[in-house]
C-alpha cells in the first residue's frame, strides 16, 4: 500500500512539472539574420526580429552602400563584398535608407 502511494505522489509531482513547463512562453531565437544589399534594394525590405538580435548588412553589389536610420543606427560605407553587424536590443521600428543612394529603403521591426 505505501508503495503504490508513493507511485502516485511521483506521478502527481511529474505531471505538475510537465503543466509548469507548457505554461512557460518560447524563447524567442536571437540567431542572426541578413540584410542583403543588391540591385539597390535591401534584401529583405523589412525584417522582423527579436530584441538582442544581431542583423549583418552585407553588401552583395559592386557599389558602396550604408544603411543608416538617423539617430537610432548607422552602418557606415559598406564596401562591395563585405559586411556590417548591428545589434538591435529596444523593441520598435526602424526605418533605415542608403545615405548614398536615399531611394533606397527598408525597414526592421524588433520585437
Aim: glycine content about 8%; hydrophobic content about 45%.
Amino acid at each position: 500500500m505505501a508503495a503504490a502511494a508513493a507511485l502516485m505522489l511521483l506521478a502527481m509531482l511529474g505531471l505538475r512539472n510537465e503543466l509548469a513547463s507548457a505554461g512557460t512562453a518560447p524563447r524567442l531565437q536571437r540567431a542572426p539574420k541578413t540584410v542583403r544589399i543588391a540591385n539597390f534594394e535591401f534584401h529583405p525590405g523589412t525584417l522582423t526580429i527579436a530584441r538582442g538580435t544581431k542583423v549583418r548588412f552585407h553588401n552583395a553589389s559592386r557599389i558602396t552602400h550604408t544603411a543608416t536610420d538617423r539617430g537610432a543606427f548607422n552602418t557606415g560605407r559598406i564596401a562591395p563584398g563585405t559586411s556590417i553587424s548591428i545589434r538591435f536590443n529596444n523593441a520598435g521600428t526602424f526605418a533605415f535608407h542608403c545615405s548614398i543612394h536615399p531611394f533606397m529603403h527598408g525597414k526592421i521591426v524588433v520585437q
